[in-house]
DNA sequence: CGGGACTCCTGCCAGC
DNA sequence: TGCTGGCAGGAGTCCC
């Protein structure tokens, strides 16, 4: 499900109960999602108070105040392809810790559970368990295994089209491939790494070091921050049955041009071309070889 | 070293 | 109707 503009979406729904909010009850409902859940993750959690919530690439961040005996700690969170949250409100049946039967946080793929201060419970549930969570101090956490390497925020100053061409340079990949490693850009999926070549003309099997030029490399990172802003404005995409913390649907995918289209006519006008689908390393890749060169 | 195949897990859906 | 194989938004690990 999850790639940046549906991780930013569900951050945004997170912040209301989590900004400002103190844990007052953690429970792990099994000793491990994708990776084991660090040592005395739910005690180390307990008691905290969260200061603000952040996203980079797919990882939610929240940040969590020192304490006496805690330096500053994020809770590192990444919803693989099938981690969702939802928010029961302080009004519901629940007490800290406690699961009666039919309770938010009793369903089958219900992992994790955090109950807040006021009564909010928040409920993490991923069937497939791709995602994981962890826990580390905030001063080391560029050096962390999750980020150290990882490539620069498309919606951020730092990146361009000279900063893509840098990454791009000498790649013998292709393009599909070299976006879709997180050390080239950070967020992109395969959702929107096929919707970004479309929009900047480019076909997924170039090889990644012939989109190094300046001509090229400008029109690529321009369409790749244009779609994840539109994305995240339409709440990011709705596949199966992915939705906001508050049960909304996000509805970008009525805009695909070229995703989950394949037979489709090319949207492009003038075009005339049919949006095919390939396998790329093992994953399905959508684009017009009209209009995609 | 870079690149590609394989792997983890469950659910769903098309096709027989 | 019921089973089976393929496929799904990610990314770490291993092997060449």
Redesign the pocket.
């Known amino acids: 499900?999850?790639?940046l503009p549906?991780v930013e979406t569900v951050r945004r729904g997170l912040v209301p109960a989590l900004e400002g909010r103190r844990f007052a009850h953690v429970t792990l409902r099994r000793p491990d999602l994708?990776f084991p859940f660090p040592k005395g993750f739910a005690r180390r959690l307990t008691g905290r108070r969260v200061s603000r919530l952040e996203r980079r690439?797919?990882y939610i961040l929240v940040c969590l105040d020192a304490t006496a005996t805690a330096p500053e700690e994020v809770l590192i969170m990444?919803l693989?392809?099938s981690g969702r949250f939802t928010i029961h409100g302080p009004d519901g049946p629940m007490a800290p810790g406690h699961f009666h039967h039919g309770m938010p946080g009793t369903e089958?793929?219900d992992h994790v559970v955090f109950d807040m201060e006021d009564g909010t419970r928040i409920v993490y549930a991923d069937?497939?368990?791709?995602g994981f969570m962890d826990l580390v101090p905030e001063a080391s956490l560029d050096a962390s295994r999750?980020f150290a390497g990882m490539g620069p925020e498309p919606l951020g100053n730092a990146f361009s089209g000279p900063v893509l061409a840098e990454r791009l340079a000498g790649?013998?990949?292709?393009i599909k491939?070299a976006l879709l490693d997180?050390r080239t850009v950070a967020g992109l999926?395969?959702?929107y790494v096929c919707e970004a070549l479309f929009r900047a003309g480019l076909s997924p099997r170039r090889m990644?070091a012939t989109v190094a030029t300046p001509l090229r490399s400008t029109r690529l990172a321009a369409a790749i921050r244009c779609v994840l802003e539109e994305a995240i404005v339409a709440g990011g995409?709705?596949?199966?049955d992915?939705a906001h913390t508050d049960g909304a649907l996000g509805y970008f995918q009525h805009s695909f041009a070229v995703y989950d289209r394949e037979g489709n006519a090319c949207s492009k006008p003038g075009c005339g071309g049919t949006v095919n689908r390939i396998v790329q390393?093992?994953?399905?890749t959508f684009f017009c070889s009209s209009c995609q060169r």
């Open positions: 499900m999850p790639e549906e994708r690439a797919k990444h693989g392809m089958r793929h069937h497939r368990r791709f999750h790649r013998r990949t292709p491939a997180q999926g395969n959702i990644a995409s709705t596949l199966r992915y390393s093992g994953r399905s």
